[in-house]
């Protein structure tokens, strides 16, 4: 059972810039396949980006694509969300999930994934 556990959500400006951080439990987490997704009220919750298990392959919602970049330190068990020239669209809580580890590709849906954190909020004002 791999816990995730996300911070960094705040309240910034738009055009500013975000890093969320997701710590994993697991001491494999290099073997997991990881994502983060984002749910805005009203709305179901959509994928934003994705890594594949080396951190190789990277996979972006067209929405966020030049803005924000997945990366991944499997030293600290961590996964990174940096978001640059934020947008008051991008308001929403943003989850981390993992994959696997029997999986290698990267998953655009929400029942891809089989473990989740509990969220941190991200508020973009005008």
């Known amino acids: 059972q791999v816990q995730l556990v996300e911070s960094g959500g705040e309240l910034v400006q738009a055009g500013g810039s975000l890093r969320l951080s997701c710590a994993a439990s697991d001491r494999t987490f290099s073997s997991y396949v990881m994502g983060w997704f984002r749910q805005a009220p009203g709305h179901v919750r959509e994928f934003v980006a994705g890594?594949?298990?080396?951190?190789?392959?990277?996979y972006y919602a067209d929405s966020v694509k030049g803005r924000f970049t997945i990366f991944r330190d499997d030293a600290k068990n961590t996964v990174y969300l940096q978001m640059d020239s934020l947008k008051p669209e991008d308001t929403a809580v943003y989850y981390c999930?993992?994959?696997?580890?029997?999986?290698?590709?990267?998953?655009?849906?929400?029942?891809?994934?089989?473990?989740w954190g509990q969220g941190t909020q991200v508020t973009v004002s005008k």
């Open positions: 890594s594949s298990r080396s951190g190789g392959s990277r």
């Open positions: 999930a993992a994959r696997g580890p029997s999986y290698y590709s990267v998953g655009y849906l929400r029942g891809d994934y089989d473990y």
